[in-house]
């Protein structure tokens, strides 16, 4: 697939995206996304030689929000390594992002790293030996470092409102306190966790962000081969939390999402992808970004199901 190719359909898609009319719903518990116009679409591919190809808004910033939980988890893996799977599983959860319900049927071994007790695990652990001050630095430099971009940045009033409404992440963090699987005391790692979700990047920065997971020969090096594979098995089976199944049904590739509207989507060897539409449907996914990204799919050929 070469960019003469592609650019002409990534600007038809963003035109056909932007004429359909179901955008589904903005994350409206968390105030400062709430207010965000739905009807807004962006999409970004990074190719093996370093050309970032987009269309429609792709430098407008929006809040990563779950996406952080890859890089977080990239992170962890790099430092700790297979240590962290004593703390999280590696299962799909059929249940939505912030259910307690597993989390209590399972002892406080939260099913997989995504969804978002498990998240807060991996934060408790990155947290060891380490401030929140030090940790977020150490997530941002990570980021920044595989989008070549020293521009991403926090955005604190969303942390400020994410702080302030998060009582069902408040119930998970002393939940699996009462577990003894949160180290830290529940304010300080949530305190980070939410900071780490408040990290706004444009599709095309997520997409450059993203281009290790493709292993791309453009990338930096971040973490080992066999730690990126373990990743986009993770992406695949739970990166869309309970409509994991079905994205991977209809795209075939490796993707995480975030209520903010993200996806950052894996096609191995070939490209890195970041699409942005903050309408969510009921699995709390890009409702327009999703429908994109099985049209890319369809158009391309890029699936891990297919030689």
Same mark, same amino acid.
């Given at each position: ?123 408790? /652990?990155?947290? *060891?030996?380490?401030? %929140? ?7 941002? #430099?990570?980021?920044?470092? !595989? =989008? ?122 070939? /490209?890195?992808? *970041?699409?942005?539409? %903050? ?7 890009? #409702?327009?970004?999703?429908? !994109? =990204? ?14």
């Amino acid at each position: 697939m070469t960019a003469d190719e592609l650019q002409p359909f990534l600007t038809g898609l963003a035109q056909r995206v932007m004429r359909e009319d179901d955008w589904g719903t903005q994350a409206d518990y968390i105030p400062d996304l709430a207010g965000i116009d739905p009807v807004q679409f962006a999409i970004s591919v990074v190719l093996p030689d370093g050309q970032v190809l987009s269309a429609g808004a792709s430098e407008q910033p929006f809040s990563i929000q779950s996406i952080s939980k890859i890089f977080t988890l990239s992170i962890a893996l790099g430092r700790i390594g297979d240590s962290i799977w004593a703390r999280v599983g590696r299962e799909p959860s059929g249940d939505a992002f912030n259910s307690i319900v597993l989390l209590e049927n399972e002892q406080g071994h939260p099913r997989n790293p995504f969804i978002n007790a498990g998240a807060i695990v991996t934060t408790d /652990a990155l947290l *060891a030996g380490r401030a %929140p001050r030090e940790a977020l630095s150490e997530i941002l #430099q990570f980021i920044r470092m !595989a =989008a070549g971009d020293e521009s991403i940045h926090i955005n604190r009033h969303v942390a400020r409102s994410e702080k302030a409404t998060g009582h069902r992440n408040m119930a998970l963090a002393h939940y699996l306190r009462s577990f003894d699987n949160l180290t830290h005391e529940p304010d300080l790692t949530l305190g980070t966790y939410f900071h780490q979700c408040s990290i706004e990047m444009s599709t095309r920065q997520l997409a450059l962000a993203g281009r290790y997971l493709a292993a791309l020969p453009c990338s930096p090096r971040m973490i080992s081969d066999a730690k990126v594979r373990r990743l986009n098995a993770l992406m695949l089976t739970c990166g869309q939390y309970d409509g994991s199944g079905e994205f991977a049904f209809r795209v075939g590739l490796p993707s995480k999402s975030g209520v903010g509207g993200g996806l950052l989507i894996v096609a191995p060897g070939k /490209a890195s992808i *970041a699409i942005w539409s %903050p309408g969510l449907n009921e699995h709390g996914n890009s #409702q327009a970004g999703t429908r !994109a =990204a099985a049209h890319l799919s369809d158009f391309t050929g890029w699936s891990v199901f297919r030689p």
